[in-house]
């Protein structure tokens, strides 16, 4: 009988052995999609991230500007899009293409 290492994978629901888990690719996030911003950073939740792009918000008259600092983001399912809060606007989401890592 072999002494080797089992760790549980999430994803999979299954005990892997520690040596082949290892080898999976450490860039993706929990659900394996990678995001990256506009310069090709790859982003993870609680980053912080600054727009490059004067954007306007639909629903507001507000625009945020270039060089705004975004705090603590949250990525969702989609490699394109970034869920954030900002001052006085609910429910932001950015497009990892307008944003570039602190």
Same mark, same amino acid.
């Given at each position: 009988?072999?002494?080797?290492?089992?760790?549980?994978?999430?994803? !999979?629901?299954?005990?892997?052995?520690?040596?082949?888990?290892?080898?999976?690719? !450490?860039?993706?996030?929990?659900?394996?999609?990678?995001?990256?911003?506009?310069?090709?950073?790859?982003?993870?939740?609680?980053?912080?991230?600054? +727009?490059?792009?004067? +954007?306007?918000?639909?629903?507001? !008259?507000?625009?945020?500007?270039?060089?705004?600092?975004?705090?603590?983001?949250?990525?969702?399912?989609?490699?394109?899009?970034?869920?954030?809060?900002?001052?006085?606007?609910?429910?932001?989401?950015?497009?990892?293409?307008?944003?570039?890592?602190?």
């Amino acid at each position: 009988m072999m002494d080797d290492d089992y760790i549980y994978d999430e994803a !999979s629901g299954e005990w892997r052995p520690a040596s082949e888990v290892g080898t999976a690719g !450490s860039a993706a996030t929990a659900d394996g999609v990678e995001v990256r911003d506009a310069v090709g950073n790859v982003l993870a939740d609680g980053d912080a991230v600054t +727009l490059i792009k004067d +954007l306007k918000v639909k629903g507001t !008259s507000q625009t945020l500007k270039r060089g705004t600092l975004v705090k603590s983001i949250r990525l969702t399912g989609d490699p394109q899009e970034i869920d954030c809060r900002f001052d006085g606007i609910k429910g932001l989401v950015l497009r990892a293409e307008f944003v570039k890592k602190r």
